[in-house]
């Protein structure tokens, strides 16, 4: 039986144009229940969820970011001279990547601790963006107390003259009117530590925020720090400035943004003083190169390692130190001008201790040929160790041979260049693949190269070879020459060039081009799993846009035999080291 409705209910329906008043709570009830779940569902589902792969914590600006940062560069001519060479012929370069924009849009744009050092590059505005470096102010053990020691840096001779003048050492008289007026000084080879680091503080983008730099440099005097221990010293004294310089950098907030793959220094010697393979007392130098820091890092040698990623040559110092590019434009003009009445030339001692040596048979052709300049270096003969002898000598020949010394490489290629000689290489790893940020990829448009077994077996004329080049070709060859002599020299590092860039500026700006795309390639995901550090030298010759290395017509040059047979190996350049100060001892007796 029905339920009757009480009189007032009837009389509340005919108010709500007879509707029941409990439908009406009803769709109440139900419309606030909806509003709620929707809360609650928005709250726990959308603003408490995970937030996608995609997306940063923190978010990611691609605006340029302005800089504040005062350059410390002296001289900001906008209104440069135009440089008056002909254009260079292509260089190695490093391979590119895209830009970050392009990046970031199709990889995940984390929040890298670099990030905000890549993106000063976009700012257009700002002439160092991209550019700058940080400079650790690393304690004066490292650098300029080995300085006040400087007796302590060469067992034979007193050093000290030669660190002065920020490096460069005592001002050349130009006597005999071989030089130039202004710019030239009796450098040693081995002075790159000082020159670079004090050529550094010249450098117009030095920034005092390391989260902006491109790069960030390690004024540490490593061939300074193992020179002075490389004779009558154990181990443990020859490994601890550089143990001690690890222990400091790996402790400073800038070592772990990338674990030290953005940080270079320079050891002003060849590789291989840094590179003890044993803990044998006897064995040469010390392990700087193969601690677990500096296989981060990135090492400035005058000699790099054909086999080791870690290292990258630079050219010796010459004896010009321009402070202005006019001094550069004059010297080149001279060059060009210059009456050169000997074919060919030698500087350079016999290597009679080693059987592969062709300096022998070099000095034999020339003493036989009367188009060829010899300069004998071997005791006694005060005139080799004579900066006047020895680049007037080059300043009148067309060819400098230069075949390997202790080790492949030779000061002598450089001083030749400077003097707008063209250089005769034996082997490749004299120059070809060492110097591949300063030296073009074509290497026949500077040089002439001549295998030496061409000389040790084949007894191949030089002389014969040269003529075979026609008088044009060596002309052209020639002008390339004398246009790389700026790329090639140290400017003083008290002043700097107005337009020109010496080796220090090629150097920076190749370790910023290698940062950065390394940078890059680590933001797109891009890892090189095929790369094979022992074929380091092959990787410096690829063409851009290449990334795998194969066989090579240098090879055999490059041969890596196992425990030290017939050929390159570990106790080889230990070897060549140990001879190359010996013969600096002869250098100075």
């Known amino acids: 039986m029905r339920r009757r409705l009480p009189v007032s209910n009837a009389h509340e329906m005919e108010k709500s144009n007879g509707k029941p008043q409990s439908s009406r709570i009803c769709f109440l009830a139900a419309l606030s229940a909806m509003f709620w779940f929707l809360i609650f569902y928005f709250h726990f589902t959308v603003l408490n969820a995970d937030p996608p792969a995609y997306q940063s914590k923190v978010p990611v600006s691609f605006d340029p970011i302005p800089s504040n940062i005062q350059h410390l560069d002296k001289n900001q001519n906008q209104n440069q001279n135009q440089n008056k060479n002909k254009p260079l012929p292509a260089f190695h370069s490093l391979t590119s990547t895209p830009p970050l924009k392009q990046l970031v849009t199709r990889h995940e744009p984390k929040d890298y601790p670099?990030?905000?050092?890549?993106?000063?590059?976009?700012?257009?505005?700002?002439?160092?963006?991209?550019?700058?470096?940080?400079?650790?102010?690393?304690?004066?053990?490292?650098?300029?107390?080995?300085l006040k020691e400087c007796k302590s840096l060469n067992l034979w001779t007193n050093f000290c003259k030669f660190t002065t003048n920020n490096g460069l050492g005592p001002p050349l008289e130009n006597v005999d009117g071989v030089f130039s007026n202004t710019g030239w000084y009796a450098t040693n080879q081995f002075t790159v530590d000082v020159i670079f680091s004090n050529r550094m503080k010249q450098y117009?983008?030095?920034?005092?925020?390391?989260?902006?730099?491109?790069?960030?440099?390690?004024?540490?005097?490593?061939?300074?720090?193992?020179?002075?221990?490389?004779?009558?010293?154990?181990?443990?004294?020859?490994?601890?400035?550089?143990?001690?310089?690890?222990?400091?950098?790996?402790?400073?907030?800038e070592w772990n943004v990338m674990g030290g793959k953005d940080h270079f220094l320079v050891g002003g010697r060849i590789t291989w003083d840094f590179r003890r393979l044993t803990e044998f007392?006897?064995?040469?130098?010390?392990?700087?190169?193969?601690?677990?820091?500096?296989?981060?890092?990135?090492?400035l040698v005058v000699e790099s390692s054909p086999w080791n990623a870690n290292d990258y040559a630079i050219p010796y110092p010459t004896y010009f130190h321009p402070d202005k590019d006019a001094d550069v434009f004059l010297w080149q003009d001279r060059m060009r001008k210059l009456e050169r009445k000997w074919l060919f030339?030698?500087?350079?001692?016999?290597?009679?201790?080693?059987?592969?040596?062709?300096?022998?048979?070099?000095?034999?052709?020339?003493?036989?040929?009367?188009?060829?300049?010899?300069?004998?270096?071997?005791?006694?003969?005060?005139?080799?160790?004579?900066?006047?002898?020895?680049?007037?000598?080059?300043?009148?020949?067309?060819?400098?041979?230069?075949?390997?010394?202790?080790?492949?490489?030779?000061?002598?290629?450089?001083?030749?260049?400077?003097?707008?000689?063209?250089?005769?290489?034996?082997?490749?790893?004299?120059?070809?693949?060492?110097?591949?940020?300063?030296?073009?990829?074509?290497?026949?448009?500077?040089s002439v190269f001549i295998p030496e077994d061409d000389i040790r077996k084949?007894?191949?004329?030089?002389e014969e070879r040269l003529k075979q080049i026609p008088p044009e070709t060596v002309k052209a060859m020639r002008e390339v020459v004398i246009s790389l002599i700026p790329r090639l020299i140290y400017a003083d590092p008290r002043s700097k060039l107005e337009t020109l860039k010496d080796a220090f500026?090629?150097?920076?700006?190749?370790?910023?081009?290698?940062?950065?795309?390394?940078?890059?390639?680590?933001?797109?995901?891009?890892?090189?799993?095929?790369?094979?550090?022992?074929?380091?030298?092959?990787?410096?010759?690829?063409?851009?846009?290449q990334r795998t290395v194969g066989?090579?017509?240098?090879?055999?040059?490059?041969?890596?035999?196992?425990?030290?047979?017939n050929g390159e190996s570990g106790s080889s350049s230990a070897a060549a080291a140990k001879n190359s100060w010996k013969n600096e001892q002869r250098d100075h007796s």
């Open 114 to 146: 670099f990030f905000r050092a890549l993106k000063t590059a976009e700012n257009k505005s700002d002439p160092c963006g991209g550019r700058y470096i940080y400079v650790h102010d690393l304690p004066p053990q490292f650098n300029e107390n080995m």
């Open 204 to 253: 117009e983008c030095l920034t005092k925020d390391s989260s902006i730099a491109a790069a960030v440099f390690v004024p540490f005097y490593a061939g300074f720090d193992i020179a002075r221990y490389l004779w009558g010293y154990n181990i443990s004294v020859r490994d601890s400035a550089s143990l001690a310089l690890q222990d400091w950098l790996m402790k400073r907030p």
């Open 281 to 299: 007392e006897s064995d040469w130098g010390n392990k700087l190169l193969f601690l677990p820091a500096s296989k981060n890092m990135t090492m």
């Open 345 to 446: 030339s030698f500087a350079g001692a016999p290597r009679p201790d080693n059987p592969k040596s062709i300096r022998g048979q070099l000095i034999e052709q020339c003493k036989k040929s009367s188009v060829c300049k010899l300069l004998e270096c071997d005791f006694g003969e005060s005139k080799c160790h004579s900066p006047s002898s020895i680049m007037q000598m080059f300043q009148s020949s067309l060819f400098c041979l230069q075949p390997q010394g202790d080790s492949y490489t030779r000061r002598s290629a450089f001083d030749s260049m400077l003097a707008g000689c063209i250089p005769v290489f034996f082997h490749p790893g004299s120059a070809y693949t060492q110097y591949t940020w300063h030296l073009p990829k074509d290497y026949m448009k500077y």
């Open 458 to 462: 084949k007894n191949l004329s030089i």
């Open 505 to 545: 500026d090629v150097s920076v700006q190749a370790i910023i081009d290698k940062v950065t795309n390394l940078r890059k390639d680590i933001i797109a995901g891009r890892e090189d799993k095929d790369f094979i550090e022992e074929n380091s030298w092959k990787y410096a010759l690829l063409e851009e846009g």
């Open 551 to 565: 066989a090579h017509e240098w090879d055999p040059f490059f041969s890596k035999p196992k425990d030290g047979q």
